[in-house]
């Protein structure tokens, strides 16, 4: 199993071999954390989603599914885009987010990639709720088979920083 720390930063400024960038179906990026990863990424990494778009994605990136391209200026080799779901109270969509967690870590094995660093998939615009999203993203890097060293969950804010740090130290605070 690999290392996980959660950590306050700016993951367009993370030292790893892959950033995950909580994407939009288009991969042409958009706001929050894929609009800072498109425009730090450049052109690159813009030029190499366009071209997914043309081959194998011509319809998007569905929802739970992960795809690499060059991290273009980022400091990253890497990034791992994956589309978060919508948060929904009347329909389960959990197994989607893990999903995003588990496909990101598959494309990693496949490129090499021994450090990772995740964002908050779906808790931003998505709704997702952050001690939820928390729960999901640790337990599920927790029991993914991997070759990755280390994961790391970078967070904006303090508040979601001490959350995914109780989801780590196993404290799932009030339900």
């Known amino acids: 199993m690999p290392e996980l720390r959660a950590v306050r930063g700016d993951i367009t400024e993370q030292q790893v071999d892959a950033i995950v960038n909580a994407a939009n179906s288009s991969l042409l990026g958009g706001g929050g954390v894929d609009g800072a990863i498109h425009r730090k990424g450049g052109p690159e990494t813009l030029a190499a989603c366009r071209a997914l778009r043309a081959s194998h994605y011509g319809g998007g990136l569905k929802t739970g599914q992960a795809v690499a391209t060059t991290a273009g200026n980022l400091p990253a080799q890497w990034v791992i885009h994956t589309v978060g779901p919508v948060w929904s109270a009347t329909e389960d969509r959990s197994a989607l987010l893990a999903s995003c967690f588990r496909e990101s870590l598959r494309v990693a094995d ?66």
């Open 110 to 175: 496949e490129l090499g990639a021994r450090t990772i660093a995740f964002p908050a998939i779906s808790t931003g615009i998505f709704g997702w709720p952050m001690d939820d999203g928390a729960r999901i993203a640790v337990d599920t890097v927790r029991t993914t088979p991997t070759k990755v060293e280390q994961v790391s969950f970078v967070l904006f804010g303090d508040d979601a920083l001490k959350i995914f740090a109780g989801a780590l130290q196993g404290d799932q605070g009030p339900k």
